[in-house]
Nanobody, 118 residues
């Protein structure tokens, strides 16, 4: 089973960019589907983006489509989320997740805070 550690969060002004990274341990990273989720204060956790184990297929929430890009490097056991044109409503704790099936995740990172100021 992989372990996940997110990094790259921070404070940014609206319209700015951030790149989140998720480092995975273990030799089976390339077999996992990976996803990014986020949870804002007082709200439920919501799906942001996912990528297939081989990286050929991606899917995004409508709220981030065209602004965020998910990618992975299986040689480096890394998955990234490039976030552009950030909005205050993107403020949340962002979590990386892994699973053997798309849309089914059983391993989660500790989260990284993203704050977008207006």
């Amino acid at each position: 089973q992989v372990q996940l550690v997110e990094s790259g969060g921070g404070l940014v002004q609206a319209g700015g960019s951030l790149r989140l990274s998720c480092a995975a341990s273990g030799r089976t990273f390339s077999t996992y589907h990976m996803g990014w989720f986020r949870q804002a204060p007082g709200k439920e956790r919501e799906f942001v983006a996912r990528i297939s184990s081989g990286g050929s297929s991606t899917f995004y929430a409508d709220s981030v489509k065209g602004r965020f890009t998910i990618s992975r490097d299986n040689a480096k056991n890394m998955v990234a989320l490039q976030m552009n044109s950030l909005k205050p409503e993107d403020t949340a704790v962002y979590y990386c997740a892994a699973g053997f099936y798309a849309s089914s995740y059983n391993t989660w990172g500790q989260g990284t805070q993203v704050t977008v100021s207006s």
